[in-house]
């Protein structure tokens, strides 16, 4: 029986969503991935981690690749050459990344549409951060030293970047209670109780 597991956060910036899912990933002893899937997509195709930051959670500028389809639906491991590295490559080489990560381990990834990619794994638990705005404003200038003004700004381009990343590869809506197992706000109970709350979820959902 496999009892490998994964978790799979989805948030909005300045909800806390990462911190929840680092704290989680901690108390459950699992492996927790973020930016270091970069690194990994990285290491894993040989290419500059450069091509990856610049493409994180952004959704390609173009729907048409090489062979006139979108690369995340290439099964055969089919990568494109460096003539047509779009970021719908790279969401390919990183998609591989992540479901090689996951047949590994137990583990809890935050974005990077990873709910979507491991769709046909039973094993998973996906879950959405929100967070007032107040509360989400206060975070970013107290995490980033920036003004409330800047703080919003950042908050509504960073949001409307990983909307049309994930509704792109996804074919679902980010962010909308029907294409996550559990919506929270983080305001309501704060970061630890929120990170309480979620554990007692998973464990009741996955029967751990």
Known sequence: MNNKYV??????????????GAKLAAQLDISFYDKELINIASQESGLCKEFFEKADEKASRSTIGL???R??????GTIPNNNCLSNDALFKIQSDAIRKLAEEESCLFVGRCAD?????????????????????????????????????????????????????????????????????DSS?????????????????????
């Open 71 to 76: 690369f995340p639906f290439i099964n055969d």
């Open 188 to 208: 309501a109970l704060g970061i630890d109780e929120t990170v309480e709350f979620i554990k007692l979820f998973i464990r009741k959902k996955l029967g751990l």
């Open 67 to 69: 062979f006139g389809m």
């Open 116 to 184: 979507y990619i491991l769709r046909d794994n039973p094993h998973c638990v996906n879950i959405f951060i929100s967070a007032s705005k107040e509360d989400r404003i206060k975070r970013l200038c107290l995490k980033m030293g920036i003004d409330a003004e800047k703080a919003e700004g950042l908050m509504d381009k960073t949001d409307r970047e990983r909307a049309s990343y994930y509704n792109y590869y996804s074919y679902k809506i980010w962010g909308a209670a029907s294409t996550y197992h559990l919506c929270i």
């Open 7 to 20: 978790i799979n956060i989805g948030r909005q910036l300045g909800s806390g969503g990462r911190e929840i």
